[in-house]
């Protein structure tokens, strides 16, 4: 029996495509990754029966990086990134195996179906696959295709069955149109982020972002805010004045007129119109109009028409509009988010998606009217030629979708129904007046139909107070004219609804790629979120966009990257060469980049007037160990230490507290040791400022702490204080923190384990000898009388923490408060220890006492 293998995207859209096909009948194991289930079932494909393995990626299989040596930012000139520095395809998540796991599942396999999502992201990874697997599916001579692609936008039956019975091929033009932006934003991004990070940070301490980043899609994405910030600040207010006039006619409430000169800016001028209007007592009808007026129901829904309403309306950032809407997809309730059309296909089944939500309390009764009367054709919007609009395709309640899931849900929904309502239909009358010499007037609305309006009641017509009947040449009289003083005022500065359009208007990023860059902009510490979701420009913003503006303003406007874009989208469309217009567009960077080097100063002026220089900002802190001085702390991210004398920055842990430890010094270069802490529930460890930023011994890297040193008898290293191997993850040691007596405990140095025991110790001490078990150090301790938990009162006992039964109560599993990067993603949860050098080569595997503790958690 033949094999057929299909990949999707995620697990979750694996395992609902599975259940559909197999019909509920599959029977499903882990991978050997532990990420990616497979479920297996019998079927027919290609006229024959075969055993179908559904399986899932988690997103890109590889990424696009630099070969090793070009990776280091101290070594490589960015100007070598360009076109010199190889690049290669590393796997996007090493710890998933995700290659060799997919070889695995392959091996044997006669057919592939990819079931990835479709867009051009999805046709990248396509291949990625392909690459992965072909090595090892079979090659057959007699067919003449074994690789299919199933398009879909939905996870329904008939979306499912439909994609089954109609399989394309995946298109290399649009896989290599996402390879061409990825490589352009890596060099690009790549080679001014490196020049400008190291050359701002090493002169200016307080610039609080811990990469000065540029992007070819971020920069123009940043340049809109400052542009809106620039406004405000030029911004001058002009005053001009206004005529209000106030009428009345017998009992009737007062109309309020609008003049028909809308506004003056001449006091003096304003004033004569006043004068004018007061020789009339009476305020004559000229014309009374009666117009009826539709309000046009939405078209249908796309990505950025979501995303705009779900910040300004929900509150909602792009990000996390994306996340939610990716899981709702996944899940089953909504259409593929990501398109950029906004016109339903003619066989699109509009009544049956309908009919889903003809059962939902919420709208229950609107589905139920329109079914009844007859839905209305969608207004005509734009064919992008993706995938159809953003549609709800399941009924959902706010228990199974939680809050943010709800609100986003059931938008779409009221959207979606919306789109096939009736317009809503008003009429709008208005009365014109004449006072003297001065025409004014006032409208009102009524209600005819509310169409649409009453499955987005905010978007209805509001309640107003009738106007008076009236017809031409009736007269009311003038209650009051008064000349009011008013000032323009500036604009506010952009919502991420108002950046969405603009960077949608100017072609920066795609529906898929925009939340990324908006949330790339706050997170360098560029623009902050204010109230509303206004994206206010920091000093830091303001002064790179200003600068680039001085140097190259093509760096910060949209129009090249919206040429660039232009330049992808040919590719995809099989219309341009991959190579000519990599090239092309990064010999025009290369050019702009060595410009920008040369002509960096023109920033710098400006950097100069808005940050401190280095050597004035922070506090002194420790001692450098090659002039002796005092090296100051700079807490602004990144945080680091800097030494006037010498003029050399040192590199810190981030996120966490610095403090001098102890006064005492590192034996190999002299700088006094600092402690680096994440809090009281956290961890800390003692460190060495140059040897954090230069590895002494060759087994070591950058960014190390005294807890990983492998110095033969620093009394600080591993080698002196690593006790035995982490419980939990593969390759981390566990190491006494010397410094958290009373309450003792010893920490991994790469995960976020952390093992209390020995409290209210006098001493704790890491000894020479190991266990003959499990070959971790032996451990002595000396207790307080008083409260000493030896038995007969005995305070000194040296023994194993993993398997002396006499400690057996005193040591507890749990996991730090981790803030650092190094740590967040914690350890596996396992049983047993991982692999790791300890103090004397690898120990055993400890007792059970230790792997009951990894499934304790706090």
């Not at 420790?622 to 004398?645: D, T, V, W």
């Not at 009394?715 to 190491?735: A, F, K, R």
């Not at 002396?804 to 109560?809: A, M, R, W």
Request: proline share 5%.
């Amino acid at each position: 029996m033949r094999t057929v293998l299909m990949v999707a995207e995620k697990p979750s859209l694996a395992q609902s495509i599975a259940k559909i096909l197999s019909k509920g009948s599959c029977t499903s194991r882990k991978g050997l990754n532990g990420a990616c289930s497979v479920h297996e079932y019998s079927g027919s494909f290609q006229g024959q029966t075969v055993r179908f393995k559904m399986t899932s990626v988690c997103g890109h299989v590889m990424t696009l990086d630099f070969i090793g040596k070009y990776n280091n930012w101290d070594k490589v000139d960015p100007a070598e990134l360009f076109s010199k520095a190889p690049t290669e395809k590393k796997e996007a998540n090493p710890k998933l195996n995700m290659v060799k796991f997919l070889q695995v599942e392959a091996r044997g396999c006669d057919y592939v179906v990819l079931w990835l999502d479709c867009d051009k992201e999805g046709e990248n990874i396509c291949f990625e696959v392909l690459d992965a697997i072909q090595p090892v599916i079979n090659k057959g001579s007699v067919r003449d295709q074994s690789v299919f692609r199933a398009k879909f936008s939905s996870i329904t039956d008939t979306d499912i069955w439909n994609a089954m019975k109609q399989l394309g091929e995946p298109n290399r033009n649009e896989a290599l149109s996402v390879d061409a932006r990825q490589e352009l934003d890596l060099r690009i991004g790549c080679a001014f982020t490196r020049f400008q990070t190291k050359y701002f940070q090493g002169k200016y301490g307080n610039l609080d972002s811990s990469l000065i980043s540029f992007g070819p899609c971020q920069t123009p994405t940043l340049g809109f805010c400052v542009e809106r910030h620039d406004k405000i600040q030029s911004f001058k207010p002009e005053t001009f004045w206004v005529l209000h006039a106030k009428v009345f006619k017998g009992k009737d409430t007062p109309l309020t007129l609008d003049w028909n000169r809308v506004r003056v800016f001449d006091r003096e001028v304003g004033q004569m119109f006043v004068n004018l209007a007061k020789t009339s007592k009476e305020a004559q009808v000229e014309s009374v109009s009666k117009k009826e007026k539709a309000k046009q129901r939405p078209q249908a829904l796309n990505t950025v028409e979501m995303l705009r309403v779900a910040s300004s309306s929900l509150g909602m950032g792009p990000q996390h509009t994306m996340q939610i809407a990716e899981r709702l997809y996944t899940q089953g309730y909504i259409s593929y988010p990501r398109t950029e059309t906004t016109h339903y296909p003619e066989n699109f089944d509009l009544k049956g998606a309908l009919k889903q939500q003809i059962n939902n309390p919420v709208w229950a009764e609107e589905v139920k009217a329109l079914l009844s009367t007859g839905i209305n054709r969608p207004r005509k919007g734009s064919d992008a030629g993706d995938h159809p609009p953003i549609t709800p395709m399941h009924s959902a309640s706010e228990g199974e979708l939680g809050s943010d899931g709800w609100r986003l849900y059931e938008y779409i929904t009221r959207h979606f129904i919306a789109t096939i309502s009736q317009d809503c239909k008003y009429l709008q009358t208005t009365i014109d007046f004449r006072i003297a010499t001065e025409g004014f007037s006032c409208s009102g609305k009524t209600l005819i139909s509310a169409g649409y309006t009453t499955v987005m009641p905010w978007q209805g017509i509001p309640l107003e107070e009738a106007l008076p009947a009236c017809e031409r040449g009736d007269t009311f009289t003038v209650e009051e004219i008064k000349l009011v003083e008013r000032q323009t005022s500036p604009p506010d500065y952009l919502t991420e609804a108002e950046l969405i359009t603009l960077m949608e208007k100017h072609g920066i990023g795609t529906d898929a790629s925009i939340p990324v860059h908006i949330n790339n902009i706050c997170q360098r510490n560029y623009v902050t979120v204010e109230n509303g979701r206004r994206l206010k420009p920091t000093n830091l913003g303001i002064v790179l966009v200003h600068g680039y503006y001085k140097i190259d303003a093509e760096l910060v406007l949209p129009t090249i990257r919206s040429a660039v874009e232009k330049q992808l989208n040919l590719i995809s469309q099989g219309k341009a060469n991959f190579q000519q217009v990599l090239q092309h567009t990064l010999d025009i960077f290369k050019r702009k980049f060595h410009y920008f080097v040369d002509s960096i100063t023109s920033m710098d002026e400006l950097m100069e007037v808005s940050f401190s220089p280095i050597a004035a900002t922070g506090k002194p802190l420790s001692r450098c160990g090659k002039c002796h001085r005092f090296m100051k702390y700079i807490q602004a991210k990144p945080s680091r230490l800097h030494c006037s004398h010498c003029d050399e920055t040192y590199s810190l842990p981030q996120n966490g507290a610095i403090k001098l430890y102890k006064e005492l010094r590192c034996p190999l270069d002299d700088f006094e040791l600092v402690l680096w802490t994440s809090g009281a529930r956290g961890k800390s460890y003692p460190l060495c400022p140059y040897c954090f930023s230069h590895p002494p011994f060759r087994d070591m890297k950058k960014g190390m702490g005294c807890n990983e040193c492998t110095h033969p008898s620093c009394q600080h290293s591993l080698n002196s204080q690593g006790i035995g191997q982490c419980v939990e993850c593969d390759c981390g040691v566990l190491v006494l923190d010397a410094t958290s007596g009373p309450k003792w405990r010893m920490a991994c140095n790469k995960c976020n384990v952390v093992v209390h025991f020995f409290e209210h110790a006098h001493k704790v001490q890491v000894t020479q000898e190991s266990c003959d078990a499990c070959d971790a150090s032996l451990v002595a301790v000396d207790f307080n009388k008083a409260r000493t938990p030896l038995p007969d009162s005995e305070t000194q006992h040296t023994g194993c923490v993993f398997c002396d039964h006499v400690f057996q109560d005193v040591v507890e599993l749990k996991h730090a408060t981790m803030r650092h990067a190094m740590y967040r993603s914690g350890g596996a949860r396992r049983g047993g220890r991982g692999r790791g050098r300890g103090r004397r080569g690898i120990p055993k595997k400890p007792k059970d006492k230790m792997a009951a503790l990894a499934a304790y958690f706090v």
